[in-house]
């Protein structure tokens, strides 16, 4: 029998420390479009980017789920000037 495993569910008032955090991670965060976002750990060592997708993991622990918030969470990084429009300005 398969086990279920409940998560807490983030709260969109948390959505500005989240985004804290992941920043103080040194990943960067960003809207791409109006509609996804994406963490970034590019050009890290091995060894780097184990300690990093450790931190990461706690982080995404510490918040629960944030899947239903992706609107919320691109409109925060929209607001704050964190964001990709692709096809703009050749990207994309």
């Known amino acids: 029998m398969a086990q279920s495993t409940k998560r807490r569910l983030m709260k969109a008032s948390e959505i500005p420390a989240f985004v804290d955090e992941i920043l103080e991670t040194g990943c960067d965060i960003c809207a791409v ?31 629960g789920d944030r899947d239903f918030l992706k609107l919320e969470i691109v409109a925060y990084l929209r607001s704050v000037g964190r964001y990709v429009d692709p096809g703009k300005d050749g990207s994309g």
Request: hydrophobic content about 30%; glycine content about 10%.
């Open 33 to 63: 479009g109006h509609d996804k976002y994406v963490i970034g750990d590019a050009d890290l060592s091995p060894a780097a980017y184990e300690k990093m997708k450790h931190r990461l993991g706690k982080i995404e622990d510490a918040y």
